[in-house]
């Protein structure tokens, strides 16, 4: 079990490859070059940021902390909502016309292709600045006097293919696009065998079974977490949870990793968590 604390973790950038506008809490993250690698960060959004339309050999989910970010034209992330956006699936552009701040967790998807470290990437980005630019998102090779020699590509896409040294794959799409989730028109339902707590099942998705829900523990109620075979992440939205020797607050997280079994959560106070079961390659 590891646990992060949102009043420790440092904002900054660690790439520049979608360019400027973007800033990253890195509260979890999982090791390189495993099929479950995973990144989980608050990321706070400046007004204007923007990305081509894209997609992703990878999974991601965004939780809506604050304000309202844009996906895609017409299509915003409010404060609250959930965005699973799947490996595949095309999305974007997006810009927005104002400052937001989300959960945002990147792992690796059913098709098993992993995902790049954040240390990873901005390795990549380095190595790659010394043979082109990253403009809005776009990697742009020097030409060397031949323009018809240089291929622009996507920025993660071309730090992937300089990372891990092969062209990219991208999985046919599951699903045709991102799928955009209001948990507030949920319902909360009781978790058997553990009172005094509900929850909101927000998806299962793939067949490696990607679960996203929400816990509302009244205060004194305990659960149970951790999944056989697959990493489980937890965020604080509001409360205070003890998970072993660690008490969290608000924007705090923890992960439970296959090998540790079941963990006990106990609210100290009323408190609400958002989860997911990354897909499970154990």
């Known amino acids: 079990m590891r646990t992060a604390f949102v009043r420790d973790t440092p904002t900054g950038l660690f ?24 990144e989980m960060s608050i990321i706070h959004i400046a007004k204007g940021y923007s990305t081509p339309r894209h997609h992703h050999n990878f999974d991601q989910l965004r939780l809506g902390l604050s304000g309202t970010f844009n996906y895609a ?29 989300l959960l945002l967790i990147q792992y690796g998807g059913n098709a098993g292709s992993g995902f790049l470290t ?8 380095q190595r790659l600045e010394s043979r082109g630019s990253f403009a809005n998102g776009i990697f742009r090779p020097a030409s060397d006097g031949d323009p018809d020699g240089a291929r622009n590509q996507d920025g993660y896409e071309a730090i992937w293919e300089a990372v891990r040294g092969t062209p990219v794959t991208y999985p046919a799409a599951r699903y ?18 553990a009172p005094g707590v509900r ?49 969290l607050a608000d924007r705090d997280a923890l992960c439970v990793e296959p ?15 958002f989860g997911t079961v990354l897909p499970g390659f154990g």
Not at 27 to 35: A, I, N, Q, T, V
Not at 75 to 97: C, K
């Open 73 to 101: 034209r017409g299509r915003d992330i409010g404060t609250g909502d959930v965005l699973y956006v799947p490996e595949g699936t095309w999305y974007g552009p997006h810009r927005n016309e104002d400052a937001a701040e």
């Open 118 to 125: 954040y240390d990873e990437i901005a390795e990549g980005f």
């Open 259 to 273: 090998d540790d079994g079941r963990v006990e959560l106990t609210a100290l106070a009323g408190s609400t968590i």
């Open 176 to 193: 045709h696009e991102p799928i955009l989730i209001h948990p507030a028109a949920f319902e909360w339902v009781p978790v058997p065998d």
């Open 199 to 247: 929850e909101k099942n927000l998806g299962v998705f793939g067949e490696r079974r990607n679960e996203v829900r929400m816990l509302h523990l009244a205060a004194g109620a305990s659960v149970k977490a951790g999944t056989p075979g697959s990493v489980e992440l937890w965020f604080v939205v509001e409360g205070q949870v003890q998970a072993g020797d660690d008490r």
């Open 15 to 38: 790439s520049r490859h979608r360019g400027g506008g973007i800033e990253f809490q890195r509260l979890l993250s999982g090791p390189r070059g495993r099929e479950d690698t995973f």
